[in-house]
């Protein structure tokens, strides 16, 4: 099942569509897409899209998923490099950044603690919310990078995930963080 709307060109091999085509094709399941873009620029397209039949019908189904793979994107410099930067400007990333998010899953933001940043950006997100995720028996998330250390760091702390794939050396840096006792932030 698609939990985030698509963002960006649908022909594309990354976009939510795809991936969720391909991924039921792999494990023989009959794909539910999300037939809404992940972002919209006001609050009235949002309500428009969120009266679609075909989209209630699938964020109804997030209750009953039992097992989600997310990305963890990063919201710090360079912003270029955040899953984010496809759709938020970098100077509302800069703005989220201020607010202390340091990362997102399915675009929505969260702190180095891992507690939820609410911006007008969360607001135009057509997808699961945070919540949500957290009610999910197995959510796992695959990311890995330096730049992804403080953003893998918040969502673990979060509980937004409870597995985690990723490289050996994010792991070990996850490591080192957890054997220093690091504060957070």
């Not at 009959?30 to 992940?38: M, N, Q, R, T």
Request: aromatic share 6%; with cysteine.
């Amino acid at each position: 099942m698609q939990i985030l709307g698509g963002i960006g060109d649908p022909t594309k091999d990354a976009h939510a569509s795809v991936l969720t085509r391909e991924f039921a094709a792999l494990i023989r399941a009959e794909p539910k897409y999300l037939p809404a873009p992940g972002v919209v620029r006001s609050q009235e397209s949002r309500r428009y899209f969120m009266k679609d039949k075909f989209v209630r019908e699938s964020i109804e189904l997030f209750s009953q998923i039992s097992l989600a793979l997310v990305g963890i994107g990063a919201v710090g410099p360079p912003y270029n490099a955040s899953s984010s930067a496809v759709v938020f400007s970098d100077k509302e990333l800069l703005q989220a950044r201020e607010q202390g998010a340091v990362g997102d899953i399915c675009l929505r933001l969260f702190d180095a603690r891992g507690g939820p940043v609410l911006t007008r950006l969360d607001r135009s997100v057509i997808g699961i919310e945070l919540d949500q995720l957290k009610r999910v028996k197995r959510s796992i998330a695959v990311a890995g990078g330096p730049s992804k250390v403080p953003a893998i760091l918040g969502a673990l702390r979060g509980g937004w995930v409870n597995g985690l794939i990723t490289d050996r050396l994010t792991a070990e840096a996850l490591l080192e963080d957890h054997r220093n006792g690091a504060a957070p932030g």
